[in-house]
């Protein structure tokens, strides 16, 4: 069932400019801090009716400090949400601060703001703080990360431009989480910070773990 829900967003054209996203990531540490059974890289979010849009900090697991923003599909602004290190549990209803439009790919945006706790003398940093989104995440597209995952140290942790996972956790829960650390040391694992969420859907295709056919 859940494949024929994925492949039908994706047939029903619901991506509008992002175009479906099929490449699953299986976590490697921090197994407990995930709910859904399969996690997707770069996956976008639609919503396909007015029930509430709700969002939530789920964990933490970032040295460095950083925040969550919703981007505005009618006007581009960005409406902030969360700070990473507030406490979990704290419950945004996304759809009374803003209109959440039906039937677009929505887009959430994560921006290192600090070092934090962070414990390397990084001369890259600059590049760490370039925004991260969620979503395909293509060249000439709006929202575009130009910081690529492809100089990790590590083959197998070689994403491309993509720095977000999204996965189902029931019909109507999602949870998304954001990888930070853009340098070439990066443990690639998406937990830096993890998000629960209400009321939308992932627009998304399954394909087999580890198989990447993307140019990005």
């Not at 967003?9 to 400019?17: D, V």
């Not at 491309?160 to 690639?188: C, Q, Y």
Request: glycine share 10%; proline share 5%; aromatic share 12%.
């Amino acid at each position: 069932m859940k494949r024929f829900l994925f492949s039908a967003l994706c047939l029903l054209g619901l991506t509008h400019e992002a175009p479906c996203q099929t490449d699953i990531y299986e976590p490697e540490r921090n197994l407990d801090l995930w709910s859904a059974d399969t996690l997707f890289i770069g996956a976008g979010f639609s919503r396909l009716d007015y029930k509430p849009v709700k969002i939530w900090l789920k964990e933490n697991e970032a040295g460095l400090e950083g925040q969550l923003f919703y981007i505005d599909p009618a006007t581009g602004k960005e409406l902030f949400l969360f700070g990473n290190h507030e406490d979990p549990g704290r419950v945004i209803t996304l759809s009374d601060m803003v209109d959440v439009p039906v039937g677009q790919t929505l887009t959430f945006v994560y921006k290192v703001v600090g070092k934090g706790r962070w414990d390397r003398n990084l001369d890259d940093f600059g590049e760490i703080r370039v925004p991260k989104y969620t979503g395909p995440n293509r060249r000439g597209k709006p929202y575009y990360t130009s910081v690529s995952s492809d100089v990790n140290k590590d083959p197998g942790k070689r994403y491309g431009h993509r720095w977000s996972v999204a996965g189902r956790i029931s019909k109507d829960v999602l949870e998304f989480g954001f990888e930070d650390d853009s340098t070439p040391d990066s443990d690639m694992d998406f937990d830096d910070i993890v998000f629960g969420v209400d009321g939308l859907t992932l627009v998304n295709f399954e394909r087999t773990a580890k198989l990447r056919s993307y140019v990005w």
